[in-house]
């Protein structure tokens, strides 16, 4: 193990490269078991095992060499046409890769990976050598019953590097000044054990690690260059006004250079959140294998269709992001889609369709999830939410459709009698609702009852950049998310309603709550000068404030060592004083809850 531990410092680009060629590896598999036959996905998914046991190899982790090993030696006999592909061939391969995906996770916590399962090891041998009984199907053939010869490891066919694949050889020998030596667990050929179950997706690991392109590094050196210059220059001017000896010409040139300084600094600023921006592909991908293994597991058929890989959006949003999708992917799945004998009896085609599509509107990413499955019936929802005891009747008799099908977010929400291990539990839609809003997005539902439901997930391009409408308290600025924002009304005596004892303003013939901020932050005895009409969710309300200080773009800090409720983080005005930033969906949960006794 001494290689292991000496090789730290290229584990994690290991991890970087491995990580990402095994989402190819289980792409391709998944477009492999559709086209059986395409000899360039399966070199692809070769490549893939091979390129893995090299490096791992080099870092002395033997479980994972002997895993790669006995995998590829499979694979090499499928792509030379010693086999053909089967279904159990498909699941022991993409056992594999969820195991090799485990012992990443290992890797990545200092630990020696404990090996695969003695089962799935053999298996990976009996199918190569043709001994377990497979029956036949449309999509595979029966592989032929020739033993494939053994490939040993000092072959040149398993020794030389593929081309356009990293040679983990010279790079160990670069980083560690020697070269490691390959230790390969012996194998050991056992009789064909039942075949192993098809591995569960695994969580997406959160990467520290950026991949940008070189052009954009050139850019920020330029501009920082360009910003060098003009701070000299600033300097010199600056010299000349504290010795009061600035002409008129100086000053003129003084204001040109904090002009040209702001354009600088903007361009900066741009090309910087550019260079944090990464391509959603990268995450989506990883929704292939979901799928695939999900609808076997439940006896359907789907088909995953992704569009738009290439939009852009912010790392930090984009790591956030996988989990509500996960969610919805699965619901579509467990819960939208149908049974192929009942999408049959409906004049539906057997294999349903999923569709995730990204692309950009505006200064926002959209995000769709959709299917052409069942739908969602909102007397259902509004049936189910009062069964639970999450709604009473005469609340529910009051929603609209829009209204009901927001039920589902609500925690401990589940159409399900019986709870699985995939669902029933109530909190999956609940986790999506509560990330997104986390993110300062919002999420919407448009459902046709038998042919279908989408999910519409909006959110901004970056978390680092926040516009901000800043308000006034007393003294005190407050910033409130531009998202949220919606106009900016008077609260005129001709204004003003009271309903059911709750001050309400007429909005363009809409009555909304007022709510006054001070009353938020637990102050008293302040009366509101204007309001502010936000919406947070699917509800809008007046926020009540003493005035405004005008639009601009912030950079948000957090507060350190504490996180006060209602409070997303703080910044600099212009003038140099302290605004805090505001979330105000925390605030009104928090005032709802004290209503309630909470």
Known sequence: MSAFIDAQDILGDFLVEARELLD???????????????????????????TVKGGAGFLEVAPLVELCHKSENLLGDLRTGKLSLSQPMMDAILEATGEVRRMFGDMEAGRMPEPSPATLL??????????????????????????????????????????????????????????????VAPVVEKAAAKPAAPARAQPVAKENSLRIDTSR??????????????????????????????SEEALRELDAAVSQLDALVGDLQSVVMKARMQP?????????????????????????????????????????????????????????????????????????????????????????????????????????????????????????????????????????????????????????????????????IDSTPERGSRFVIRLPLTLAILPVLTVRLGKQPFGLPLSAVREIVGLDEPLMREVGGTPCVSVRGEILPLIPLAGLLGRTGEVPAVGVVVTIGDRSLVLGVDGFLGQDEVMIKPIAGVKPRGVAGATLSGDGRLVLLLELSDLIAALEGAVHGE
């Open 217 to 246: 590094f050139d850019q920020i050196l330029n501009l920082s260059g360009e910003i060098g210059l003009t701070r000299n220059r600033l300097g010199c001017l600056r010299k000349e006004v504290c010795r009061g000896t600035a």
């Open 24 to 50: 190819e590896v289980d792409v391709k598999l998944v477009e492999l078991e559709g086209r059986p036959n395409d000899a360039e996905l399966l070199n692809t998914v070769f490549r893939g095992f091979h």
């Open 122 to 183: 053999a298996q990976l041998v009996a199918l190569q050598k043709g001994e377990v009984a497979i029956k036949g199907s449309d999509s595979f053939i029966a592989p032929a019953a020739v033993a494939a010869p053994a490939i040993k490891e000092s072959d040149p066919f398993i020794a030389a590097p593929v081309a356009g694949e990293p040679d983990w050889k010279a790079l160990l020998a670069i980083l560690v000044g020697e070269a490691a030596p390959v230790a």
């Open 280 to 444: 959603v592909g990268r995450v989506f991908q990883k929704y292939n294998r979901l799928a695939r293994d999900l609808a076997r597991s439940l006896g359907k058929e789907v088909d995953l269709e992704i569009v738009g890989e290439e939009t852009e959006v912010d790392k930090t949003i984009l790591d956030e992001l996988n989990d509500p999708l996960v969610h919805l992917v699965r619901n579509a799945i467990d819960h939208g889609v149908e049974m192929p004998a009942e999408r049959v009896a409906k004049g539906k085609d057997p294999k349903a369709k999923v569709r995730i599509a990204a692309y950009h509107s505006g200064d926002s990413i959209v995000v769709e999830i959709s299917d052409d499955g069942k739908g969602i019936r909102p007397e259902v929802i509004r049936a189910k939410a009062i069964e639970k005891g999450l709604l009473d009747a005469t609340a529910a008799a009051s929603m609209d459709d829009r209204q009901s099908l927001n039920l589902i977010f609500l925690p401990g929400f589940s159409t399900k009698d019986q709870v699985s291990d995939l669902s029933g539990r109530g909190v999956g839609m609940d986790v999506v609702m509560t990330n997104i809003t986390r993110l300062r997005g919002r999420v919407d």
